[in-house]
């Protein structure tokens, strides 16, 4: 098992920053793949990035290439998440995911966060 918990969402005005963090618990965080997802109100779970098991690779979403930085620190069990440039449309809940296989598709991932809110005004 292992225990994700999200962290560093927050009310922010369109084009500020805000980094999240995630921090894991368990099983050796060193060996999965992570991920972050976004679910808006009344819509799906959608990819946002993810990072290989090293960090040697990642892989962002078209729709916010640019304006993400995956990032992680296995010493410390921690994936964070840099977002800047944010965009009224960024709101959503931000979740972090782990699994054996880095990928967009949210059903690779086998444990989940219970997720961060992030808020964009206008």
């Known amino acids: 098992q292992v225990q994700l918990v999200e962290s560093g969402g927050g009310l922010v005005q369109a084009g500020g920053s805000l980094r999240l963090s995630c921090a894991a618990s368990?099983?050796?965080?060193?060996?999965?793949?992570m991920g972050w997802f976004l679910q808006a109100p009344g819509k799906e779970r959608e990819f946002v990035a993810a990072?290989?098991?090293?960090?040697?690779?990642?892989y962002y979403a078209s729709s916010m290439k640019g304006r993400l930085t995956i990032s992680r620190d296995n010493a410390k069990n921690t994936v964070y998440l840099q977002m800047n440039s944010l965009k009224p449309e960024d709101t959503a809940v931000y979740y972090c995911?782990?699994?054996?296989?880095?990928?967009?598709?949210?059903?690779?991932?086998?444990?989940w966060g219970q997720g961060t809110q992030v808020t964009v005004s206008s």
């Open positions: 995911a782990a699994g054996s296989r880095y990928s967009s598709n949210r059903n690779e991932y086998d444990y």
């Open positions: 368990g099983r050796t965080f060193s060996g999965y793949a």
């Open positions: 990072i290989t098991w090293s960090g040697v690779n990642t």
